[in-house]
């Protein structure tokens, strides 16, 4: 069964010496003294290998069950589930006036990372509840902050939300659940929300649904959608809980994956809602969590990763299979572990430079939102909207590909479910597509992100990557990093300058290149992390660290992603390059 | 549920069109006439389309179950398998001498490719008795060869391939079954052998295994491996079926897909044995099937891709959701076809002309086989040699890749078990393990036929294409295909020179390149089907065919291909040069 440890010194190397967090002017970022991090992190580590790690294929294995109306969890993750609220996990990065401990989004990210890491279903349901705590917090009146919020930052009531139907997904303005006002204020809701992830369970005493729906005679399509706040036991003065509200599991939908979170069809027949937010503007309220939501989804995407790989490692060091072409390294042994088979590192460099270059990347993005969050930075604003779709969609990508290439390494045992690496390669397949699928994060980015504010949000992106060049480049041990950040920097230019020309003649041609772009957007991100995380690095052995070798490690990871994924960018420009007309060629009766 | 439709006219271009079977002189292609072949495949298109197809998410949902040691298949298999029998589909390229059909092994492979896509866990059960019949036929004693082989034709008796053990795969040298010879000339075969498909079953009266193990006293290693035929039930004169023999079932395999095929751990407890061809020489026995073992799965990859994209353009043809930026499509309906959409055009694209190109090579390399087999051709056969762990490993990889891609065009629905889709990129992912993994057939290329005969076959290869180009240079349509042809072709020279110059100093500087080179390799290969394709199509346009349409497609799907995908050609050139040092930086104990 596959084991988890927390990466924390890669975590703290990123916290402390990237990003310096404690230097930081955001509010708040003064707590997060390196030795408070390492105590939370390691903490969360704990939980996370003792408790959750071990639940992950109980998960995968029992899935969820639906009896009598009530969904049932796999064995031990309600026990879990307590001690995740016991130990105040779940508000650690929400507002003390609810409950929660107002730490900064990005230790929240952190924490989350390990947890999301260890058991991604189970995960799901305070991922969920956090989700949905936002909304509320955001747009909630006083009212509906207080009734709903305390119980929300503890999890004792958790939280969904339902936006896709039978017949819509990525175009909700087809939704035909209708909101009818009522007398009192509140609204009846009617209609079917499938792909309601934590939908109903056992592990709390309330359910807290956020229902997209339409109130009738509102405007047509997607402005006519309204946010509601629907209860699974109507709730009282005082929190106290009342009658069974009319929403109900239709079924729970049998999943390639994350088996262990209940992926509900939920039926509203005249359930009681509150608007949340204003009238009709149901997508606003649901568009201001976005960034979040994305954020960690990319998240789940490079942690699978991370999982995999670290149980990949493991079996490379045990397996034995082969000799090294070089020398014999385990001349005691029938034959050498699989990790001296250059093949098997090139998987394991691969996996590794990714999954490090990710976390840098999310959580430089988490402490965006704190900036925006914490200090109004309209800038860090349009920075993260244009990065949000790159951090979604090129890392649920490319985590992916590494929890297969993790399996890969495995050797026909990948395939077996007992060892528990197809589970990872399963589970991480969702972060494509939930949340907004990949393909549309490609259209997010190059159809609204890119030129959003005359393009200066691109444009502050380049300049970061040109500063950092023009800092750094009188430092000779920087050019190997450079050198590749600055031709992945040009080749990004030349994309969005294709898009720009081509675009306005057919916005097809920068169409069939979207999703090019966010790959070709992604490699340049990953460089640029990279480049920083060296930059960090070099700077810790010119200080003398007592750990050259972590280093050491981290500079040679950093030029495996320059040398070897960096070439990727070319390739994405000359598709890009090639427009529009190649794409769309075909009648569509020809395919 | 998923549908699928054999793409026979698609088949009967490349048969006909691009590799003119008729015209050619292997023996036995004469009888290739095409309203023969075209009547064949649309008779296995029926089976595959009514019988078969419908059984795939059976099988996968009920799996196979041991219930006191004997195996039971899934609903309907059962049947199924009696009409593949019955219509003779079994015994299509086999010797007439044993109850054959003699037909060519090239129409076995368009045959095999309907079935596969139909229902590969299915299908499995008789190309694993394909497979133990060659053996049989090229090793075995006339009076093995009399006593096995007609049962085995008939899929009477279906046959196994036993070579893996707990502990070895890959490296066959630290096997511990024995096989301890009996004074009758018979062997009694002890040791357990896993991942063994087909292994038992409910759906044939016998089954024949073929085992490797190690004769005491023999040499060490791989030298010392020998194969043996193992009956389930002795076999007496006639044919009579005798006493159980001490092979069991010990458990059947939970995997990730192929649910139907049942994967068995085998116990041999002093079965007996009958060696198979010479004593200690139970490597080169394997190695003779191999080349068509791997052609198989690497058709396997792609034809999961196929049924996939079958289904996928079907749901982006039904799915409304969005409207096309350059101008309403549907303006009746609520939302336009998700094909309207350039990023779903460009998925769809990148399945369609990765399968027709997959498709032609692996025809192409199954008519090398036919020439090796009936015409003894040496050239052909170290030809073959080299592409086959390009077909198997690039065509698997690009096969899951594609049946992942056919998945995300459905969102959310394509996460639901449901909708089948699922199942496709489940069963795929086997392709890139069995038959050595991926990995394996880069060491393979690069290590071993790269440089086979003093290069000779890669040089054939190169002077195929520069020979292809030379011809057509002078038709000025062709300037699309020949120019990106001959860049990637130029890359992949690159590369092989990279590896001479600098394996020679350091041997990982080509082993570090190698999964690159595959797929470099790969990209060339396809990009050279791309071409012939391409002049097939426009040689039946200026012969004024009557479907100009499919012919213009033909030639817009490799266009495609040309600018979309070759591309990738440069990017894997430049991590091959980067050589080992990236790759091997890292101590094991730093990962």
Redesign the interface.
């Known amino acids: 069964m596959p084991s988890y440890v927390a990466p924390t010194k890669d975590m703290q190397f990123i916290l402390h010496e990237v990003l310096e967090v404690t230097a930081s002017d955001v509010p708040g970022y003064d707590e997060l003294e390196a030795d408070f991090t390492s105590a939370v992190l390691e903490e969360a580590g704990k939980l996370a290998s003792d408790v959750l790690a071990p639940l992950n294929a109980v998960g995968d294995t029992e899935g969820c069950r639906l009896e009598n109306g009530v969904v049932r969890t796999p064995t031990g993750f309600k026990e879990a589930f307590e001690q995740l609220k016991a130990g105040g996990w779940t508000g650690l990065d929400c507002d003390p006036e609810y409950g929660g401990q107002g730490m900064p989004y990005l230790l929240g990210t952190a924490v989350g990372e390990v947890f999301v890491a260890a058991n991604m279903a189970f995960n799901m349901y305070a991922g969920l509840t956090h989700g949905a705590y936002s909304a509320i917090h955001t747009h909630g009146t006083d009212q509906q902050k207080a009734t709903y919020l305390p119980k929300m930052v503890s999890c004792d009531w958790t939280g969904t939300m339902n936006l ?1 139907e039978p ?5 909700l303005g ?1 939704m035909r659940t209708k909101a009818e006002p009522q007398d009192d204020g509140s609204f009846k809701i009617t209609g079917q929300k ?2 309601i992830s934590a939908g109903d369970h056992d592990m709390s005493e309330n359910v807290i649904h956020l229902v997209l729906a339409k109130i009738p005679g509102g405007p047509a399509g997607i402005k006519g959608v309204s946010l509601f706040i629907v209860p699974k036991f109507m709730v009282g003065e005082d929190q106290k809980l009342g009658e069974r509200n009319a929403v109900s599991v239709g079924k729970i ?5 994350i088996h262990g979170n209940s992926t509900c069809v939920m039926n509203y027949d005249g359930a009681t809602g509150y608007l949340l937010g204003e009238e009709h503007k149901g997508m606003r309220a649901m568009f201001t969590m976005m960034n979040e939501a994305r954020l960690g989804v990319g998240l789940q995407g490079y942690a699978q990763a991370e999982a995999a790989y670290q149980n990949a ?1 493991i079996y ?2 045990d397996r ?3 000799r090294d ?2 020398g014999t390294k385990n001349p005691d042994g ?2 050498d ?1 699989l ?11 691969d996996q ?1 430079s990714f999954v490090e270059g990710a976390r840098a990347f999310t959580f430089w993005g988490a402490s965006l939102i704190d900036r925006v969050h914490r200090s109004g930075d309209t800038q860090a604003d349009g920075l993260i909207s244009l990065l949000t779709p790159v951090i979604k969609g090129f890392q649920t990508d490319k985590g ?1 590909d590494a929890a ?1 290439a993790a ?2 390494v495995y ?2 045992h ?5 060892w528990g690496m ?1 589970q990872f ?2 589970d991480a ?2 972060t ?3 949340e907004g ?3 549309v994060q ?2 997010d980015l190059v ?1 609204r992100k890119l030129a959003q504010d005359g393009g200066k949000h691109v444009m502050a992106f380049f300049d970061l990557i040109k500063s950092f060049i023009k800092e750094n480049e009188g430092d000779a041990r920087m050019a190997e990093f450079l050198g590749p950040l600055k031709a992945a920097s040009k080749d990004l230019q030349a994309a969005a300058m294709y898009f720009m020309a081509q675009g306005v003649k ?3 041609n920068a ?2 290149g ?2 090019d772009f966010m790959h070709l957007f992604g490699h340049t991100a990953l460089g640029f992390m990279w480049a920083r995380m060296a930059k960090a690095a070099f700077a810790a052995l010119d200080g003398g660290a007592s750990d050259a ?1 972590f280093y050491e ?1 981290k500079i ?2 950093g ?2 992603y320059m ?2 994924q960096l ?2 960018t ?2 994405h420009l ?2 890009i390059n ?1 427009g ?1 007309e ?7 009766a ?2």
Chains 1, 2 share one sequence.
């Open positions: 896709t017949h819509c997904g990525t175009d087809l499938i792909f939908e049998e999943k390639m994956g490692v490379a060091n034995l299979q082969g072409v070089t029938p034959a572990p990790i001296v088979h250059p093949d098997i590192r090139r998987s394991l460099m590794k992916f297969v399996q890969q050797g026909g990948g395939y077996i479910e007992e197809s390669a399963r397949r969702i494509m597509i939930y699928a990949n393909g490609a259209l159809g057919n916005p097809n169409l069939a979207s999703y070798e490690t040679a990871t030029r495996y040398t070897r070439p990727a070319a390739m000359a598709r090639s529009a190649p794409v769309m060629a075909l009648k569509a020809n395919f």
